[in-house]
């Protein structure tokens, strides 16, 4: 395994385990047996190496993301999948290395400026489902795609964010909440 995919590992587990404010990256060198200048080498600190992280991970979901909708199925198919891959995300982590990476943006610019152009992949693939949407069924009345996909996309980083939390009466509401859109989706397709 190259050094660069060892420190990776590293700091994913890492944050996992410690979150974003108490990372540090003599922790994550001695995680990946790895002299703490190969950290710097290869990412230039400890930002770099998270935001590497996130970069990483964001495009091979958006990826799925991008692949499962643009399949011929339902479209409430194609959402019930998503809530599916919601699940499959927060078992990963992936869902707490973003929420982390959010939450340091807000007193790192840079950060901040980086996690909005990936958040900014997600938005896409949102805004090209509700156009094709908007083809399907006609208008989609006082709402544009984009604010169709900003909806969605907000709802499903607020659930992240409450999910994370860890009360599992707020889990099933979000849960909840995100997969009712399923049913209005599949009795606007089946009455048509």
């Not at 707020?170 to 049913?183: D, K, M, N």
């Amino acid at each position: 395994m190259q050094t660069a995919d060892r420190i990776m590992e590293a700091a994913r587990a890492c944050l996992l385990a410690e979150g974003y404010a108490k990372l540090s990256t003599r922790k994550v060198a001695e995680r990946a047996s790895v002299p703490l200048s190969q950290i710097h080498y290869h990412f230039q600190g400890k930002q770099g190496m998270v935001l590497a992280l996130l970069d990483y991970e964001n495009r091979l979901l958006v990826g799925r993301q991008r692949e499962m909708y643009s399949a011929r199925t339902p479209l409430w198919k194609r959402y019930e999948q998503a809530c599916d891959f919601l699940e499959d995300d927060l078992a990963s982590g992936y869902v707490r290395v973003l929420q982390e990476m959010i939450s340091a943006g807000w007193s790192d610019a840079e950060v901040a400026r980086q996690v909005l152009a990936m958040l900014q992949g997600w938005m896409d693939v949102l805004e090209e489902v509700a156009r094709e949407a908007e083809e399907r069924f006609g208008s989609l009345g006082v709402f544009s795609p984009a604010d169709v996909a900003g909806l969605v996309g907000l709802a499903f980083l607020g659930g992240e964010s409450v999910l994370l939390l860890g009360d599992t009466a707020w889990q099933g509401r979000v849960r909840s909440a995100l997969r009712s859109v399923t049913a209005g989706l599949r009795a606007l397709e089946e009455n048509r």
